[in-house]
């Protein structure tokens, strides 16, 4: 039985990235409870911001702070969405390649290390201009490339954990394969696995910003990268509205941030799992 108050003390930085996180998703989820205005209502364009209107209008005279709002949940799920596609392959490459070694290895490290070199930017832009926009195809777009530096992670650590003497106790009992990995192997990753995961969905939230920042995000969900690209296509730099492009961009900042705090891992004693 964990002891949480023990558990939050020993761990200040994770507590305090997951209560931010726990606030984001909040958001995002009840966005509609959450937002004072929907985006269907109007008001007057480019209002600075009031007490009525936080963060004021945009050019078609919706509310930006409830935009910001409603623009949480596209950025959010695809970071999560693009963090476990990418780790869940990152962890089945690396750990096959640690635990299986030979062929089965060289296969595995000479593919990624062929996928490490391609551009990942570029890459993207193609992906989600060739195909049509959504949360899935950003997700699938961003996690192509974003595999590769768990399976690096995962390879050296599986081929030690393979040697230890638990490991090799299970297979001299006649253990199958799934068993060792699944009771051994992987319990004893968990640690790098959630740290990566946690960093992934930050760097999801950032490559999604980007793409959206470029005109090629899902026009159907916008997120806080569509929203500066709105903000610098629609006149928030000639009519001085630094609040449009500022909030979404700390918003982003805010998260990134957060994730990295749940990934730090100060408190780890390095244990092993037998």
């Known amino acids: 039985m964990i002891d949480l108050h023990f558990w939050i003390r020993a761990n200040k930085l994770k507590t305090v990235g997951l209560a931010i996180v726990a606030a984001l998703v909040f958001i995002a989820v009840f966005d509609g409870f959450v937002a004072p205005f929907t985006m269907s209502e109007r008001f007057e364009t480019f209002l600075h911001p009031t007490w009525g209107h936080l963060l004021g209008t945009n050019d078609l005279g919706q509310d930006i702070f409830s935009e910001l709002i409603y623009s949480s949940r596209a950025s959010l799920s695809v970071g999560f969405l693009s963090a476990f596609i990418s780790v869940s392959l990152g962890v089945l490459v690396g750990v096959a390649a640690g635990y299986y070694r030979g062929k089965v290895e060289q296969v595995l490290l000479a593919m990624t290390d062929a996928v490490i070199i391609i551009p990942g930017l570029p890459l993207m832009i193609l992906m989600v201009a060739y ?43 006649g253990k199958s394969d799934w068993y060792i990995l699944l009771k051994h192997i992987l319990p004893n990753t968990r640690n790098v696995i959630s740290a990566k995961l946690a960093l992934a969905v930050g760097g999801g939230m950032l490559a999604e910003a980007s793409l959206s920042f470029m005109g090629l995000g899902d026009p159907l969900n916008p997120s806080w990268g569509a929203m500066m690209n709105d903000a610098f296509t629609y006149g928030a730099i000639p009519y001085n509205l630094w609040w449009w492009y500022m909030a979404p961009g700390c918003m982003i900042m805010i998260s990134i941030m957060a994730f990295m705090l749940i990934s730090s891992n100060r408190s780890s004693k390095g244990s092993v799992i037998e």
Do not use: D, Y
Request: with cysteine; charged share 15%; hydrophobic share 50%.
């Open 131 to 173: 195909f049509e926009p959504s949360i899935v195809t950003t997700s699938i777009a961003i996690s192509m490339l974003g595999w590769c530096g768990m399976a690096r992670i995962l390879h050296p650590k599986v081929m030690n954990l393979k040697e230890q003497p638990f490991v090799l106790s299970a297979k001299a009992l």
